[in-house]
């Protein structure tokens, strides 16, 4: 691993169907009930919309002339999108549509750790290796298991080694939009240990997939999934509305702890989480609700699960992925939280802002 980076985990909440068939029908947007008392919290940037990326899963890289990328995935033009963190400002593309690494069927989830970057490509069914920061790839892996994978979330657990978590959301009907029955849902979540040799070059070796079967709890509708590993901890949103989309918790070892964000959290899909991780352990997870005009972000502590607080920004709409990168930039001394916004355009929220709109503690603004 490259030691002058830290980890940098992002998970991403994506949508699909399957290669060869029809697309899934386009889900509705959701008017709900603004929570009492959400701050507004003005965005920093908005970044010049692009009409035909639809953007879904974001991650962030610091590169090394202290500049910081933020990586987007483009689902309808098959290839990554990178803005600068502090302005918005585009400065390239990677990419195009095929089968061969460097190409992208549908990319959806986003992950980086170190120099390296992980994309979920919905349609070629795998999860590609990049090196940053020329894109340069390392290999795939996930091909003879996953069917439909969305989200990523990455766990060093040996130096040179990482277990990956993807989500896999493959259903069935002519739209895609039938949930498989409560015996195939076991699969929701695939796991695979990687390891990279002094060289870079990687292995992998599928450890299984996990997912509760009870018709109370099980996941359903899965896309996006973030960790805690000092916690051992899991979240995973179930979108399902027909049931009340949530967050889950389980442990890494894949066994579900029966525990859930308080029912009524969402309004509407609970899209893109990420854990903000502060100083002495503390910490609070940021969520998605993606409802219509506005999104809201709701903000649970990190260990207990409970609300302390939702914010929305001024125009922030329809979000798909989030990213947090809880690290310093030129232009975020405290970190930002950046958020897809209408599939279009990226933008980034100050954390101090939320910090102080929200009455967080001191410990996340050290």
Same mark, same amino acid.
């Given at each position: 691993m490259?030691?002058?980076?830290a980890?940098?985990l992002i998970?991403?909440a994506?949508?699909?169907s399957?290669?060869s068939?029809p697309p899934?029908a386009?889900?509705?947007?959701r008017?709900?009930a603004?929570?009492?008392?959400t701050?507004?919290? &003005?965005?920093r940037?908005v970044?010049?919309?692009s @009409?035909?990326d +639809?953007? $879904?899963?974001?991650? =962030?890289?610091?590169?090394a002339?202290g500049s910081t990328?933020l990586?987007?995935?483009?689902k309808?033009?098959?290839?990554l999108?990178v803005?600068?963190?502090d ?10 549509k095929?089968?061969?690494l460097?190409?992208?069927?549908r990319p ?5 750790f ?7 490509e919905?349609d070629n069914h795998r999860v590609q ?5 020329d894109?340069?790839?390392l ?7 996953l069917?439909? &994978?969305?989200?990523?979330w990455?766990?060093e657990t @040996?130096?040179? +080694?990482i $277990?990956?978590y993807? =989500?896999?959301?493959f259903?069935?009907?002519?739209q895609?939009?039938q949930?498989?029955?409560?015996n195939?849902l076991d699969q ?5 240990r ?5 060289d ?5 070796e599928?450890?299984g997939?996990?997912?509760d079967t009870s018709?109370?709890a099980a996941l ?7 960790g805690?590993a ?6 995973i949103?179930?979108e399902?509305l027909?049931?009340a989309s949530t967050?889950r918790?389980y442990?890494?070892a894949g ?9 009524g ?10 854990l903000?991780s502060?100083a002495?352990g503390?910490?609070y ?5 993606q409802?219509?005009?506005?999104t809201?972000?709701h903000?649970?502590e ?9 914010f929305?920004?001024?125009g922030?709409?329809?979000?798909d992925?989030?990213a947090?990168h809880?690290?310093?930039t ?6 930002a939280?950046?958020a897809?916004?209408d ?5 980034a929220?100050?954390l101090g802002?939320?910090?102080r709109a929200?009455h967080?503690?001191s410990d996340?603004?050290?």
């Amino acid at each position: 691993m490259n030691s002058r980076l830290a980890a940098v985990l992002i998970a991403s909440a994506l949508l699909c169907s399957c290669v060869s068939t029809p697309p899934r029908a386009p889900e509705p947007r959701r008017e709900g009930a603004v929570p009492p008392g959400t701050a507004s919290v &003005p965005e920093r940037f908005v970044s010049e919309p692009s @009409a035909h990326d +639809e953007l $879904d899963s974001l991650a =962030t890289w610091p590169a090394a002339d202290g500049s910081t990328w933020l990586i987007a995935s483009a689902k309808s033009t098959h290839r990554l999108a990178v803005y600068d963190a502090d302005s918005g400002k585009r400065l390239r593309e990677f990419g195009g549509k095929g089968e061969a690494l460097g190409q992208f069927k549908r990319p959806n989830g986003l992950a980086v750790f170190g120099d390296y970057l992980f994309v979920a490509e919905r349609d070629n069914h795998r999860v590609q290796v990049l090196r940053l920061p020329d894109f340069a790839p390392l290999g795939s892996f996930g091909e003879a298991q996953l069917r439909s &994978p969305y989200g990523l979330w990455l766990n060093e657990t @040996a130096p040179g +080694e990482i $277990d990956a978590y993807v =989500t896999d959301n493959f259903m069935y009907g002519a739209q895609f939009d039938q949930v498989p029955a409560l015996n195939e849902l076991d699969q929701r979540v695939r796991r695979y240990r990687l390891r990279f040799d002094e060289d870079g070059r990687m292995g992998s070796e599928y450890l299984g997939a996990f997912g509760d079967t009870s018709d109370a709890a099980a996941l359903r509708i899965v896309e996006s999934i973030a960790g805690d590993a000092a916690g051992d901890r899991l979240l995973i949103a179930d979108e399902d509305l027909s049931r009340a989309s949530t967050l889950r918790e389980y442990t890494l070892a894949g066994r579900y702890t029966g525990r859930a964000v308080p029912p009524g959290s969402f309004s509407a899909q609970a899209e893109g989480v990420a854990l903000w991780s502060c100083a002495r352990g503390a910490g609070y997870w940021v969520a998605v609700d993606q409802l219509d005009p506005r999104t809201v972000f709701h903000v649970f502590e990190r260990d207990s699960l409970r609300p302390v607080g939702s914010f929305r920004g001024e125009g922030t709409a329809h979000t798909d992925g989030i990213a947090l990168h809880a690290a310093a930039t030129h232009a975020f001394p405290y970190g930002a939280l950046y958020a897809v916004d209408d599939d279009r355009a990226v933008t980034a929220f100050d954390l101090g802002d939320v910090a102080r709109a929200l009455h967080l503690q001191s410990d996340c603004l050290d």
